[in-house]
């Protein structure tokens, strides 16, 4: 595996659409495999495969013991509203209050090509929408309401 450099806002590779994945290959199997690694090491809940220079539909979510691997991802329901803060590896010493849906519905296919569907409330329907905002080359900070620094946001 191997640890992969996470692009920063300003780089118009995080302002790019990204392109389905259409075959399941070696080379997209060990891209997970490094997505994995470097959110570890960047202590993430999510990461799409645009934030490190790769424009495919891909993102992996990660939070607690809940660990998501979406390829071609696709919001297929929502519903609610949540107002909360958000931040971005590749936006750092930022955060914003960003509206978001309370549920969405999730479908995506994963690394052995099976379609999956699952549903997100709270942190993840939050992470889930922000990660495939990526893929559109939509950054958190676009739709956020407000933004802190970190000195900021602990009244926020
Ligand atoms: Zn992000």
Known sequence: MALLNILKEGDETLRKKSRPVEEITPRILTLLDDMHETLAKAEGIGLAAPQVGILRRIVIVEIGDDKYEMINPEIISRRGVQKELEACLSVPDLYGRVKRP??????????NGETHEVEGEGLKARCFCHELDHLDGVLY?????ETFTPDEVEDA
Do not use: P
């Open 141 to 145: 900070i676009d739709r956020a309401e």
């Open 102 to 111: 309370k549920f969405v519905k999730v479908r995506y296919t994963d690394r």
